[in-house]
């Protein structure tokens, strides 16, 4: 771990996870601190910081200061800032929390991923509405030495279509959705064992949500050996859970964490999301 100066690193989990300090976003972070944070991050994969009263231009510079962001291809906008995309539920019944509450990577249903989610808290419930992570390093490392060997050669399909149901498909205009869905993102095959493109460690890339199978296998033994990949990575061990406040922000390293939002809340709920896309964290 590195030994930081200009913040404290506070962590959160055994796994992954840290709280930052020492830092104010409505503020310009000076090279120094950014190269600080950006180690942070590689250190725990997710960090947290509390109490950043932040204006929409405040975040959008913070994300920037790590790479180009992210205009999403289905999710809205917030009005006149096209980079941050809105997540707002008034319970965590809403249907469209289906597509947070499983586990998964980003945008893996494209070739190039993002390289990191900033996610700010505008409205918190009174209760419940926690985000989890978990360590896809570690949901390699604790596979044993011959399944690392029999997936190091294996190649996996992400499909966002995977989401829709078929009573969504069979309303009106449901085919035609689902056929410009798929034509807009068309399935991207990647290596279910990862390599991160900056610390080198191997990872675990599966999403419950998007994955849908695996190349070359048969149905039958692609479906039982992703059932045991998703069970896996619902290992509590390799997990750590925030617990968002008002103005709390939350960065993720997308190539090497999947997240899980949980749906247990009864009260409003609104997030902001900027996504920072490349391989690499921009130099200072």
């Not at 707002?88 to 929390?97: H, I, K, V």
């Not at 390293?253 to 997030?271: F, K």
Request: glycine fraction near 6%; include cysteine; hydrophobic fraction near 35%.
């Amino acid at each position: 771990m590195a030994n930081y100066t200009r913040i404290r690193v506070e962590p959160v989990a055994g796994s992954l996870g840290a709280e930052i300090h020492g830092v104010d976003l409505r503020e310009p972070v000076d090279a120094a601190t950014y190269l600080e944070i950006r180690q942070a991050l590689l250190d725990n994969l997710v960090i947290f910081f509390r109490d950043q009263d932040i204006t929409p231009e405040q975040q959008i510079a913070f994300g920037k200061l790590f790479g180009d962001l992210h205009i999403h291809p289905f999710i809205p906008s917030l009005k006149d800032h096209k980079e941050i995309i809105v997540l707002r539920a008034n319970n965590g019944d809403n249907e469209n929390l289906r597509l947070a509450n499983a586990w998964h990577e980003d945008l893996s249903y494209t070739y190039d991923p993002p390289l990191a989610g900033i996610l700010r808290s505008v409205t918190c419930p009174e209760r419940g509405g926690d985000t989890m992570w978990v360590n896809l390093y570690r949901a390699y490392d604790t596979l044993s030495d011959l399944m690392k060997e029999i997936l190091g050669g294996m190649s996996a399909w992400h499909d966002v279509t995977k989401t829709y149901r078929r009573q969504e498909l069979q309303q009106e205009g449901g085919g035609e959705r689902y056929w410009q869905t798929f034509k807009k993102t068309p399935p991207a095959l990647h290596p279910i064992v990862g390599t991160h493109p900056e610390t080198g460690r191997k990872l675990l890339y599966v999403s419950e949500l998007t994955t849908t199978h695996i190349e070359g296998l048969k149905e039958r033994e692609s479906r039982a050996l992703l059932d045991m990949l998703f069970e896996h990575i619902d290992w509590k061990e390799l997990h750590c859970r925030f617990y968002w406040r008002k103005n709390s922000i939350a960065m993720w390293d997308n190539r090497c964490t999947a997240h899980y939002a949980v749906g247990d809340y009864w009260t409003p709920r609104e997030m902001h999301r900027v996504t920072v896309i490349g391989r690499e964290f921009r130099q200072p």
